[in-house]
């Protein structure tokens, strides 16, 4: 985990810090926003610790760079007790969480934790191999920016393929986890399935069989093709 620190307080930096090299954390610090803005955006960092009473520029001037340059770390802030119009404020700006001081560094430990594992859920909502890709909330498809509309167990199907790009799965492997182990393994809805699926993208793209996603691995079974 690699975390920036902008804050000025030493105090409160000292046992920041220490708690984060305990907990394993790479750190990086700044005690003025000028600079922490300049480390944020150049940096790739895990999550950003913000306070907002800040020399150069506060914490939340910081928070708005970011999100209008696109940059969209996990950003918790640091305020006072009593700056509520601040919490308000910087949430709609979009901050990510806040922590009022005093806090507790475990509590703070606890919390990044939180937000990052929050964030990597979201980005793992969305598959994407090659120009194929599948929401798995709303099971949207997209073929090269353009949606496919495929039936569940057509979008269970690819999506049982493009988790493993490259990997080859036999037909059993397929019908088992598709469609459950009493289906008759003698039967071709696999191979039914995988022509559909080819179809409905090869409308959108005009590509021939030689360039779908989706390749024959002749006697064996087949697999999702791994971007060049
Ligand atoms: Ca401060």
Request: glycine content about 8%.
């Amino acid at each position: 985990m690699h975390v920036l620190l902008v804050e000025d307080e030493r105090k409160i930096t000292d046992f920041v810090c220490a708690g984060f090299r305990e907990q394993g954390f790479a750190v990086d610090h700044c005690d003025n926003g000028t600079e922490g803005f300049a480390r944020a955006t150049n940096g790739a960092y895990d999550v950003i610790i913000l306070d907002i009473m800040l020399p150069g520029r506060d914490g939340l001037s910081i928070l708005k760079g970011l999100r209008k340059s696109g940059n969209a770390t996990p950003i918790l802030l640091l305020t006072a007790r009593n700056e509520l119009d601040d919490r308000i404020e910087g949430l709609t700006l979009g901050a990510d969480d806040y922590l009022a001081k005093p806090f507790f560094v475990e509590e703070l430990i606890a919390r990044i934790q939180a937000l990052v594992r929050r964030v990597s859920g979201e980005r793992q909502n969305i598959l994407a191999v090659g120009d194929l890709s599948l929401d798995r909330i709303t099971r949207e498809v997209t073929w090269r920016g353009h949606t496919v509309d495929l039936t569940g167990r057509e979008f269970n199907l690819i999506e049982y393929l493009m988790r493993s790009p490259g990997r080859v799965f036999t037909r059993t492997q397929i019908l088992e986890h598709v469609w459950g182990y009493d289906f008759d393994p003698s039967t071709n809805v696999v191979d039914v399935c995988i022509q559909r699926i080819r179809k409905k993208i090869a409308s959108i793209s005009a590509d021939t069989d030689e360039h779908s996603p989706i390749e024959s691995i002749r006697g064996v079974g087949y697999r999702f093709r791994k971007p060049a």
